[in-house]
T-cell receptor
Framework: QQQVKQSPQSLIVQKGGISIINCAYE??????FPWYQQFPGKGPALLIA?????SEKKEGRFTISFNKSAKQFSLHIMDSQPGDSATYFC??????????FGPGTSLSVIP | DAMVIQNPRYQVTQFGKPVTLSCSQT?????MYWYQQKSSQAPKLLFH???????NEADTPDNFQSRRPNTSFCFLDIRSPGLGDAAMYLC????????????FGSGTRLTVV
């Protein structure tokens, strides 16, 4: 029940296209859902996060869509750029507990 | 800039030879975490400190220990590294346990020969 599922495992998108990564969870006590971006040889960096009281959050080209009833959330990257090529981890957390990471999605944006 | 700094970036150690990785932070965060990340996998939490309180994950091998002498520094000690311990080790901080995002360091890549 602590697991966060993530798909796809890898994704190839053309420059200018939309990248979509999907995640699902079981634990209804999760109340914070961050996305981390990790470049090779670097630590993960917080990209964007959402709480379950909103259905969507947008920051620049990055949007989180959240469906509380379905226990699913997704990351949309609009106008994808080669510089967005990285591994993306969705995650979930309850208050006073650790972050649970999804298995990651390797995104390649090709020119 | 406030940040999380890990040293060294790359560490090569011999099989069975104790090794220590270090992490320092200028964020004045109360919580410091150590993660192990193997190739193409999600980070796996080993343990964390909330202030001076140490919290070990149930499945963290006894071979891994940690010390936090003060707010700014935290060390990961691997007493007898095996080949399976080769990984990226990530340090992260957060303001509190209920805090939001974690701030990660750039990691230490450990090679065991």
């Amino acid at each position: 029940q602590q697991q966060v599922k993530q798909s796809p495992q890898s994704l190839i998108v053309q420059k200018g296209g939309i990248s979509i990564i999907n995640c699902a969870y079981e634990n209804t006590a999760f109340d914070y859902f961050p996305w981390y971006q990790q470049f090779p040889g670097k630590g993960p960096a917080l990209l964007i996060a959402i709480r379950p009281d909103v259905s969507e959050k947008k920051e620049g080209r990055f949007t989180i869509s959240f469906n509380k009833s379905a226990k699913q959330f997704s990351l949309h990257i609009m106008d994808s750029q080669p510089g967005d090529s990285a591994t993306y981890f969705c995650a979930a957390k309850t208050s006073y507990d650790k972050v649970i990471f999804g298995p990651g999605t390797s995104l390649s944006v090709i020119p | 800039d406030a940040m999380v700094i890990q040293n060294p970036r790359y560490q090569v150690t011999q099989f069975g030879k104790p090794v220590t990785l270090s992490c320092s932070q200028t964020l004045n965060h109360n919580v410091m975490y150590w993660y192990q990340q193997k190739s193409s996998q999600a980070p796996k939490l080993l343990f964390h400190y909330y202030d001076k309180d140490f919290n070990n994950e149930a499945d963290t091998p006894d071979n891994f220990q940690s010390r936090r002498p003060n707010t700014s520094f935290c060390f990961l000690d691997i007493r007898s590294p095996g080949l399976g311990d080769a990984a990226m080790y990530l340090c992260a901080t957060s303001r509190s346990l209920s805090g939001d995002g974690y701030t990660f360091g750039s990691g230490t890549r450990l090679t065991v020969v």
